[in-house]
């Protein structure tokens, strides 16, 4: 009845078998050897009807030693060594980003055997370059290390040592072993025969101190520097204390299902089997999914491939991804496909829709009713106005408006005029209106309610405007042309005019055909956000109805969501930050029609009463990213059963863009580990107004670029300075800027 340890004779299939269940507080690896060989060898004895004697050895007298060890000059030197290796706060190494606050050790395990050519390899390997088996198998852990922690200068991991180093100890059942926290320093231009070789002389300096107990390392370290962490996340055991014995036998080594640390890899090579048997004991919450463990075992084995044919390869020359992951990189984690729309520019779209439904109501502002053919015929005469100023493909026009229906016109009267809309606020500063016109070299606005007086600009009043000339405008434009003109918000100096031609646009809207979005959009951001852009031409290019709001109902929070409920919104726009406002302030009960809420313009943080809401009324929300300069390019749907756990991600890229996360030196970052986001495909804008200094450092070439094998990929590179990791599952996980 021991809760130390359980012994079991079985009859299994015509074959004997002893399930041994030790205890590690009375047990180790190595203990379990000498039981098994003592097994094996009385066994053997019984049957050859042999007398014995039964070997013992006192544990007690390791104790002993034990404390007089902590009572000697022996013990202060040890201290001493492990004091000069800790001389800064040390930095953990993580085994995986973004992991923190481990409620429970429980763990599962994943084995795997290494091929019998790659383990023949190795070893014929460490025997040309006189080196152990672990010592290989250490170096592609802390390579792997190395390459998701960049930032380490020092990497770390648990190392259990033997701890026997007298006669006595290694014919002595029970707990001897001790973990020494392995900490080694190296970078990515070692040779990586010199990095084994390195790793070898600091086995020897550590082994020399093996007796130091791990806990009081951690002690000291909280005494000095009140470091509350683990030193590491990963410990490596190199198994091979073998069962000696006569009869044939095989062992299998079973977890208990717990693990002090996130990972523990296990090299098995007790059988002399000649292969090598790679077990891996993960915590569960750490990598709720085995396939990230699965993931993570491939790439030390392509490590391991690496180095042992490396020919005096550098640690920088090695990749961490397997080729099968850089393909599933590049090509599964996207979806490049063209339609009838690819060539299309978005007044062409809006043009065929009014021609379907030209009775349909298309915008609604202040209760009046505008219809497809209405603003279609006005937009027709803005456009042939432009057209007789001289307005051509390209040419850009500043729209500074006061919302209403005037707003979409001057919009789409410009881009049917073959020219490209520059939206103003006309709530903005006469100087920085005034600096936006002229970097656009604007000589046409087009104004609605706004009775400033700007410098050398000729305006064309909308509301007093005559609308004579109704008739068809033709198309003049590619889809390559100049479609809008957004200007950033000028926070890190002046202001850039972010240009954007038509594929971006036209390729977000038209796969919003596969969300049921119903028939009410609402439109309340303001216009020189590229957001007003969205909400306009979701409505307009699928044939839905626009709901415009004044410019001050966003102040009222009851009067917002009076709006949406009484229009019977069934999709709207907003930032998480002004939801979370709104519904702090009034309480709904319900949503009235509302089916689908687009988040985008910052992080996706929602309070507990928003999430139970949105579940409460079975409301969608659709978590967009996109800087300005490629407009929105992933985008995660959670639908209401998922609000209760939601997992924050910025989705997964959107058709026919590629959302590349790159290290320094432009490689892949394997998924997990971090880096900068990088945007190419169809929604990359064409770069700053004026400002090709600006647009040759942001924009960059594609080195992952091939026409024939993915003709969406996109030549071009937009640097975003967001930093972001990929997940198992191709969704990405925004971390903030650098």
Same mark, same amino acid.
């Given at each position: 009845?021991?809760?130390?340890?359980?012994?079991?004779?079985?009859?299994? +299939?015509?074959?004997?078998?002893?399930?041994?269940?030790?205890?590690?507080?009375?047990?180790?690896?190595?203990?379990?050897?000498?039981?098994?060989?003592?097994?094996?060898?009385?066994?053997?004895?019984?049957?050859?009807?042999?007398?014995?004697?039964?070997?013992?050895?006192?544990?007690?007298?390791? %104790?002993?030693?034990?404390?007089?060890?902590?009572?000697?000059? &022996?013990?202060?030197?040890?201290?001493?060594?492990?004091?000069?290796?800790?001389?800064?706060?040390?930095?953990?190494?993580?085994?995986?980003?973004?992991?923190?606050?481990?409620?429970?050790?429980?763990?599962?395990?994943?084995?795997?055997?290494?091929?019998?050519?790659?383990?023949?390899?190795?070893?014929?390997?460490?025997?040309?370059?006189?080196?152990?088996?672990?010592?290989?198998?250490?170096?592609?852990?802390?390579?792997?290390?190395?390459?998701?922690?960049?930032?380490?200068?020092?990497?770390?991991?648990?190392?259990?040592?033997?701890?026997?180093? &007298?006669?006595?100890?290694?014919?002595?059942?029970?707990?001897? %072993?001790?973990?020494?926290?392995?900490?080694?320093?190296?970078?990515?231009?070692?040779?990586?025969?010199?990095?084994?070789?390195?790793?070898?002389?600091?086995?020897?300096?550590?082994?020399?101190?093996?007796?130091?107990?791990?806990?009081?390392?951690?002690?000291?370290?909280?005494?000095?520097?009140?470091? #509350?962490?683990?030193?590491?996340?990963?410990?490596?055991?190199?198994?091979?204390?073998?069962?000696?014995?006569?009869?044939?036998?095989?062992?299998?080594?079973?977890?208990?299902?717990?693990?002090?640390?996130?990972?523990?890899?296990?090299?098995?090579?007790?059988?002399?089997? #000649?292969?090598?048997?790679?077990?891996?004991?993960?915590? $569960?919450?750490?990598?709720?999914?085995?396939?990230?463990?699965?993931?993570?075992?491939?790439?030390?084995?392509?490590? *391991?491939?690496?180095?042992?044919?490396?020919?005096?390869?550098?640690?920088?020359?090695?990749?961490?991804?397997?080729?099968?992951?850089?393909?599933?990189?590049?090509?599964?984690?996207?979806?490049?496909?063209?339609?009838?729309?690819?060539?299309?520019?978005? +007044?062409?779209?809006?043009?065929?829709?009014?021609?379907?439904?030209?009775?349909?109501?298309?915008?609604?502002?202040?209760?009046?009713?505008?219809?497809?053919?209405?603003?279609?015929?006005?937009?027709?005469?803005?456009?042939?106005?432009?057209?007789?100023?001289?307005?051509?493909?390209?040419?850009?026009?500043?729209?500074?408006?006061?919302?209403?229906?005037?707003?979409?016109?001057?919009?789409?009267? /410009?881009?049917?005029?073959?020219?490209?809309?520059?939206?103003?606020?006309?709530?903005?500063?006469? @100087?920085?209106?005034?600096?936006?016109?002229?970097?656009?070299?604007?000589?046409?606005?087009?104004?609605?309610?706004?009775?400033?007086?700007?410098?050398?600009?000729?305006?064309?009043?909308?509301?007093?405007?005559?609308?004579?000339?109704?008739?068809?405008?033709?198309?003049?434009?590619? $889809?390559?042309? !100049?479609?809008?003109?957004?200007?950033?918000?000028?926070?890190?100096?002046?202001?850039?005019?972010?240009?954007?031609?038509?594929?971006?646009?036209?390729?977000?809207?038209?796969? &919003?055909? &596969?969300?049921?979005?119903?028939?009410?959009?609402?439109?309340?951001?303001?216009?020189?956000?590229?957001?007003?852009?969205?909400?306009?031409?979701?409505? !307009?290019?699928?044939?839905?109805?626009?709901?415009?709001? @004044?410019?001050?109902?966003?102040?009222?929070?009851?009067?917002?969501?009076?709006?949406?409920?009484?229009?019977?919104?069934?999709?709207?726009?907003?930032?998480?930050?002004?939801?979370?406002?709104?519904?702090?302030? %009034?309480?709904?009960?319900?949503?009235?029609?509302?089916?689908?809420?687009?988040?985008?313009?910052?992080?996706?943080?929602?309070?507990?009463?928003?999430?139970?809401?949105?579940?409460?009324?079975?409301?969608?929300?659709?978590?967009?990213?996109?800087?300005?300069?490629?407009?929105?390019?992933?985008?995660?749907?959670?639908?209401? /059963?998922?609000?209760?756990?939601?997992?924050?991600?910025?989705?997964?890229?959107?058709?026919?863009?590629?959302? *590349?996360?790159?290290?320094?030196?432009?490689?892949?970052?394997?998924?997990?580990?971090?880096?900068?986001?990088?945007?190419?495909?169809?929604? /990359?804008?064409?770069?700053?107004?004026?400002?090709?200094?600006?647009?040759?450092?942001?924009?960059?070439?594609?080195?992952?670029?091939?026409?024939?094998?993915?003709?969406?990929?996109?030549?071009?590179?937009?640097?975003?300075?967001?930093?972001?990791?990929?997940?198992?599952?191709?969704?990405?996980?925004?971390?903030?800027? %650098?």
């Amino acid at each position: 009845n021991s809760k130390l340890y359980h012994f079991y004779n079985c009859w299994i +299939h015509g074959k004997t078998a002893v399930f041994v269940i030790l205890s590690h507080l009375i047990a180790d690896g190595w203990t379990l050897s000498l039981v098994c060989s003592r097994i094996s060898a009385y066994i053997r004895q019984i049957l050859n009807n042999e007398c014995f004697e039964i070997e013992e050895q006192d544990y007690r007298r390791h %104790i002993e030693d034990e404390i007089r060890y902590r009572n000697s000059e &022996k013990y202060q030197k040890d201290q001493q060594f492990f004091e000069s290796i800790y001389e800064e706060v040390p930095k953990q190494t993580r085994i995986k980003n973004g992991h923190s606050g481990i409620k429970t050790p429980a763990s599962k395990r994943y084995e795997r055997k290494l091929e019998s050519r790659d383990a023949a390899d190795i070893r014929s390997y460490c025997k040309t370059h006189q080196l152990t088996p672990a010592v290989i198998f250490e170096a592609a852990m802390l390579i792997y290390l190395q390459k998701m922690n960049p930032q380490n200068k020092v990497f770390t991991f648990g190392m259990p040592v033997l701890n026997r180093t &007298k006669l006595y100890e290694k014919r002595c059942a029970g707990m001897f %072993i001790s973990t020494v926290p392995f900490a080694i320093s190296f970078s990515d231009e070692m040779k990586i025969i010199d990095f084994l070789k390195l790793i070898t002389m600091t086995h020897t300096k550590y082994f020399r101190h093996q007796q130091y107990p791990y806990h009081d390392i951690l002690g000291n370290l909280r005494k000095k520097y009140g470091f #509350g962490e683990r030193l590491y996340d990963v410990m490596i055991s190199y198994q091979n204390a073998q069962v000696s014995s006569e009869i044939p036998f095989t062992t299998k080594w079973y977890s208990n299902g717990y693990s002090e640390v996130p990972l523990e890899m296990h090299i098995d090579d007790r059988d002399r089997t #000649g292969n090598f048997q790679l077990t891996f004991d993960y915590q $569960k919450e750490v990598f709720p999914e085995e396939s990230e463990v699965v993931l993570l075992c491939e790439r030390i084995i392509w490590l *391991l491939q690496q180095m042992i044919h490396s020919d005096g390869k550098s640690i920088a020359a090695l990749s961490i991804m397997p080729p099968y992951e850089e393909h599933r990189i590049l090509h599964d984690f996207h979806k490049f496909f063209t339609d009838r729309y690819a060539s299309k520019c978005v +007044h062409e779209i809006f043009m065929a829709q009014a021609e379907r439904t030209p009775e349909a109501a298309a915008v609604i502002y202040e209760g009046k009713v505008y219809t497809y053919r209405q603003i279609d015929e006005m937009s027709n005469a803005i456009a042939h106005e432009l057209k007789n100023r001289g307005i051509t493909a390209n040419c850009v026009v500043p729209v500074i408006a006061h919302r209403s229906h005037y707003v979409i016109v001057a919009m789409l009267g /410009v881009l049917k005029a073959g020219g490209a809309y520059l939206p103003i606020d006309p709530e903005y500063p006469k @100087d920085r209106i005034n600096y936006m016109i002229s970097e656009a070299g604007a000589d046409y606005i087009l104004t609605y309610h706004d009775d400033a007086v700007y410098d050398n600009i000729q305006r064309i009043d909308l509301e007093s405007f005559s609308y004579e000339d109704l008739s068809s405008v033709p198309s003049v434009n590619k $889809k390559e042309d !100049l479609c809008y003109v957004i200007f950033t918000s000028g926070s890190t100096g002046k202001p850039k005019g972010v240009t954007m031609h038509h594929r971006p646009l036209v390729n977000l809207i038209m796969r &919003k055909q &596969k969300i049921s979005l119903g028939e009410n959009i609402s439109s309340t951001t303001t216009i020189s956000f590229d957001v007003f852009t969205q909400e306009v031409f979701t409505a !307009l290019l699928l044939g839905k109805t626009l709901y415009l709001s @004044d410019d001050r109902l966003k102040e009222n929070p009851r009067k917002f969501f009076d709006f949406i409920k009484q229009n019977k919104i069934h999709s709207m726009f907003c930032t998480p930050s002004y939801f979370n406002y709104v519904m702090s302030h %009034i309480h709904p009960s319900d949503a009235g029609e509302l089916k689908n809420i687009f988040f985008a313009g910052e992080a996706l943080v929602l309070s507990d009463l928003c999430i139970e809401w949105l579940r409460k009324n079975q409301v969608c929300i659709i978590n967009q990213y996109g800087p300005s300069e490629t407009h929105v390019v992933t985008e995660r749907i959670y639908e209401p /059963v998922e609000l209760a756990h939601m997992d924050v991600t910025i989705g997964k890229p959107i058709v026919n863009v590629q959302a *590349l996360i790159l290290d320094e030196q432009m490689n892949l970052c394997p998924v997990g580990g971090d880096g900068e986001l990088y945007i190419a495909g169809e929604n /990359v804008g064409k770069g700053y107004l004026n400002h090709p200094e600006l647009t040759n450092e942001r924009f960059k070439i594609n080195p992952f670029y091939t026409e024939k094998d993915v003709p969406y990929m996109g030549k071009i590179l937009y640097q975003t300075g967001d930093i972001a990791r990929y997940r198992a599952d191709g969704n990405i996980e925004y971390l903030g800027r %650098i």
